[in-house]
């Protein structure tokens, strides 16, 4: 098991969010909510383990859930969530870890029950991050009885994640595990697993919630609604309250960093985040935020529009009828000077198709076509391409055609 790990990428499993000075961990739970995690999306994950003296914060009250872990702070939060000892007394030292180092001992301890290991150097850099593979891993392997977690396989890992075949091949067996076991859990997309990025304090409060609760060391808050689909459970949620009528309004967002660019009769495939929590008329919650809503774009006049076919919901799929309102078409702006619309210019049919076979595009950009436009006769436009722009985190309304109806449990 280990010998797939002692890779410069892999040479550990394990990592903690510990010692007072870093904000981690703690033999006294501080109170929460911290200062900082009120409405972020990890925000019951991280009180979970907080009141369980798991995780702690800073001084000043914050907990600061986008910074990265390091392995010695993540050998820190697995000693404590798991209450490792080293009763063999066996100490496993690293070079680049003296006797003196805050972590000396958890990382010690951690090695000892073989959850981390150090690189083929003897190194165990323990300021480097951790990453999100590198912390499901270990989570997964502490776990233990990984027998008893419903087979898994690698073909779960590409069916479900855009991005599976970024997982190192070392550790794409415990992924799989860890999938099965509901360890995993992405944010605000997810169907995105970004497996070699740093693990933040967030993210690791919520693998590390999860793995807890599978080994029967943390009782589930709120079971049903807590889950990766629905990562901020909202009070109130029942899913037996299960009828939304026809014409209600539901808000998404797109869960992508960049923008989204969408040429015309472009049909494409999408999911989006539920963004504020969809009620019935009673005021009950039906569909929580964070839930996930599968879908497309497909060609409408003037533009595009987001079509749904399905969301899920307390981890269930269910079939959903709503759609968008056109998103217009505009200029490209990846094709405009200073950002503004410049107008059309008239060039040469040789100089654009030289310009054509330069760029590999069927639209060439209108800088492109400013410079060549000296230069050619005057035969001709071209201009910068129409096409959808969907901005990150932008708010993209449904209206129910159908009514929704969750099945009852």
């Known amino acids: 098991m280990f010998s797939s790990l002692l890779t410069p990428r892999a040479a550990w499993t394990g990592l903690v969010l510990s010692g007072a000075m870093l904000g981690i961990h703690c033999q006294i739970a501080m109170a929460a909510p911290f200062r900082d995690t009120s409405g972020h999306w990890a925000q019951t994950y991280i009180e979970a383990l907080s009141s369980q003296g798991v995780l702690n914060g800073f001084p000043d009250g914050t907990f600061r859930p986008n910074e990265p872990v390091t392995r010695a702070q993540f050998a820190t939060i697995i000693n404590t969530a798991f209450r490792l000892s080293n009763t063999a007394g066996t100490s496993i030292g690293f070079r680049d870890v003296p006797y003196t180092h805050w972590a000396a001992n958890a990382i010690s301890t951690a090695a000892a029950n073989n959850l981390v290991a150090g690189f083929p150097d003897g190194t165990y850099r323990p300021e480097q991050p951790v990453t999100r593979t590198e912390s499901l891993v270990v989570l997964t392997n502490a776990i233990g009885n990984t027998s008893a977690i419903p087979a898994a396989q690698p073909g779960d890992l590409f069916s479900r994640y855009r991005d599976a075949a970024a997982i190192p091949n070392w550790a794409v067996p415990q992924i799989a595990a860890a999938n099965r076991a509901g360890l995993i859990v992405n944010y605000p997309d997810p169907m995105l697993l970004e497996p070699n990025r740093a693990a933040t304090r967030a993210e690791v409060a919520a693998f590390t919630y999860q793995a807890m609760v599978n080994r029967g060391s943390l009782v589930a808050q709120n079971p049903g609604s807590f889950n990766p689909y629905n990562p901020a459970p909202q009070p109130g949620f029942n899913l037996r309250l299960s009828t939304l009528a026809a014409g209600t309004l539901m808000q998404t967002t797109s869960p992508f960093n960049e923008r989204l660019y969408i040429a015309p009769n472009e049909t494409r495939p999408i999911s989006l985040i539920v963004h504020n929590p969809i009620r019935n008329a009673q005021g009950d919650i039906v569909v929580p935020y964070g839930s996930r809503v599968d879908g497309r774009f497909e060609p409408a006049a003037g533009g595009t529009r987001f079509v749904a076919e399905s969301v899920i919901v307390n981890n269930q799929l269910f079939p959903l009828a709503a759609q968008s309102d056109v998103i217009h078409d505009v200029k490209d702006p990846r094709y405009t000077t200073s950002g503004k619309i410049i107008q059309d210019a008239a060039i040469g049919a040789a100089a654009g198709a030289i310009l054509g076979l330069v760029t590999g595009d069927n639209a060439i950009a209108t800088e492109e076509v ?32 159908q009514d929704l109806a969750l099945a009852r449990q």
């Open 370 to 401: 400013l410079g060549a436009g000296a230069a050619g006769a005057v035969i001709g436009n071209v201009t910068a391409p129409q096409v959808v722009v969907v901005d990150p985190n932008q708010v993209i309304e449904l209206r129910l055609t």
